[in-house]
């Protein structure tokens, strides 16, 4: 009896993780919905700016002999230092979502040292900090609480560091990289290089909007917008991350509750089998008495 005890023990240990697990799959849903909307709202307003500095661009390459200058724009064959800026969670239980983030980090780490560039490393969430600290890696700058919350102003100052050393000439790029949503199932990892600022993208784009801009004047604009541009970027990338944290938790919580559920039935076979052993045990052993007694 004691097994049967062991048994039905494990069954309602099995039960509980199972209300627990759909109880958190059921909040990662919702929270998942919340972070959706701020995400699309946020993306408009990236759009926006985007398009603004394409078009803005686009009119100084048109009518400016050398085309965009400055530093924001100087492109290096082989930058000597490098910013990687990388966002992971500040909590687990959402699969291989933080794993798919600092595995493309250590890969593009390895990539530039092997090339002779100094990587600074610059960390948002918990879960990376913990696991480049516990392999011995050095971060530059590190914050916890910013991914689970993001905050435009928190954002901005965090990479305002980067951006100063940049316009210093004592790094030559900032990278941003964060594991973003593509939809309720799919997360993908995102990499954008920040700094500096690729030209050719602007290059043969229509300026299809009103805004009509002296060169000169066109390049006073265009640099204000560039520092709106990368602090929302890394907002929008904390946004974006965040939201696709929820769906991978929310995968991960349904899969654990299902496992529970076939967990739950194959212990629940295990006890109808040792109960119906006990039974037919404790009928041989009346019999085989009644048999003596004769």
């Keep these: 009896m004691a097994n049967l005890k062991d048994i039905k023990r494990k069954i309602g240990s099995v039960k509980n993780t199972q209300k627990t697990t759909r109880a958190m799959k059921l909040v990662s849903t919702a929270k998942l919905r919340r972070a959706e909307e701020v995400a699309k709202r946020s993306r408009f307003y990236e759009e926006a700016i985007n398009d603004t500095m394409s078009e803005i ?40 979502f933080n794993y798919q983030t600092i ?36 971060l530059s700058d590190k914050v916890i609480g910013l991914s689970s919350s993001p905050d435009y102003k928190k954002a901005a100052q965090f990479i305002q560091g980067s951006v100063e050393d940049f316009l210093a000439g004592k790094i030559d790029g900032v990278i941003l990289i964060h594991n973003g949503y593509k939809n309720m199932i799919t997360q993908e990892i995102k990499q954008v290089n920040l700094l500096p600022i ?7 784009k229509e300026v299809s909007s009103m805004i009509e801009l002296e060169p000169d004047e066109g390049e006073k604009v265009l640099e204000s917008l560039i520092k709106k541009y990368i602090e929302f970027n890394i907002y929008y990338a904390l946004i974006d991350s965040l939201a696709a944290e929820h769906s991978a938790r929310m995968q991960a919580m349904d899969a ?24 037919t045990t404790e009928l041989i052993e009346i019999i085989s008495g009644m048999e003596a007694m004769k």
Excluded: H, W
């Design 198 to 204: 690729d030209v050719s993208r602007f290059e043969n």
């Design 256 to 279: 654990a509750t299902k496992n529970a559920k076939e967990m739950v039935e194959q212990l629940t076979i295990s006890y109808n089998k040792a109960r119906q052993e006990s039974i």
């Design 57 to 96: 661009a686009s009119a100084i390459n048109k009518y400016k002999v050398g085309g965009i200058q400055g530093r924001y724009f100087e492109q290096v064959e082989l930058p000597g230092v490098v910013d990687i800026i990388f966002i992971t969670a500040d909590k687990g239980l959402c699969g291989g």
């Design 103 to 138: 595995k493309t980090v250590r890969s593009l780490l390895n990539e530039f040292q092997s090339k002779g560039t100094k990587v600074r490393l610059k960390a948002v969430g918990k879960k990376g900090i913990e696991f480049f600290a516990f392999q011995g890696y050095e």
